[in-house]
């Protein structure tokens, strides 16, 4: 009997996972999405985009009632009745100060709320982040205008290169304040030091009686890496960060970027489990 029958909720990360390099859901990738289900597997999207920049492609899938799990996990919300799951803010203090530093520091800042993203002015940055979303970004004045109150995640925008020689650093002066994740090359995400998509992915399991044994998860990214860890069982795409990598239970075999997904979830539909990390 195939080893698929145990798992009753799959969590998909959207970019580079669900998404190939053209930032769009190819056939290939959607298709086995749904073998999945047909098996009864409940699948749910999990991303650091936000609920509105997610839902389009959780309604493309056709993954009904959700629901989904956006900005890295700080917001659960149901994709048909706009439920509230879970909801965990970044602490004022921490995000107003991580603000006032980054942009101190000529970053581009934005923060994400609840049905919008915020930044002070637009850059190369901030364009090739809202390229990605649905709903422009709101360019306000002053983005600590409520005090940094009601803030899911703010992110510092930069050169790559400029971002992971600092996120070391930045890591360490915020420890036990906020949860600084470097997501991808120039961006620094800081969430509630009590947020990743592992703890949101846990909250949804429990609302649904499922089993920690019973997850799936698949990603590639470093805010991956704990919701592939947690997962009964994860499975980082052939690109994944070393972190992801290490945090998985398996490894898609190489090949397209594109359709890294579909392999990853015919290898589990197929129970072929030898590709484990070293």
Known sequence: MSRITKFKLAAIDIDDTLLGPDRKVSAANAAPITRLRGRGVRVVLASGRSHTNMIRFHHALELGE????????????????????????????P???????????????????????????HSEWTEKLQSRAVVPFI?????????GEGVL?????????????????????YAGQVCVTETEPGQLEFTSP????????????????????????????????????????????????AAAQAAADVITPEGDPETSLARAIELVLAARFDNRPA
């Open 66 to 93: 959700g629901p989904v799990v956006s900005n890295h996990g700080a917001l659960v919300r149901g994709a048909t009745d706009d439920s509230l799951w879970f909801q965990e803010l970044t602490p004022a203090g």
């Open 95 to 121: 995000l107003a100060s991580a603000t006032i530093e980054g942009l101190s520091r000529g970053f581009s800042v934005v923060h994400y709320r609840h049905e919008n993203v915020f930044t002070q002015g």
């Open 139 to 147: 360019v306000v004045p002053d983005l600590l205008w409520t005090r």
């Open 153 to 173: 995640k703010a992110m510092w925008l930069d050169e790559p290169e400029v971002i992971s020689r600092l996120a070391a650093e930045i890591k360490a002066s």
């Open 194 to 241: 009590t947020v990743n998509k592992a703890i949101a992915l846990a909250h949804v399991a429990e609302r649904l009686g499922v089993a920690r044994e019973e997850v799936l998860a698949f990603g590639d990214g470093n805010n991956d890496a704990p919701m592939l860890e947690w997962a009964g069982f994860g499975v980082a795409m052939s690109h994944a960060s």
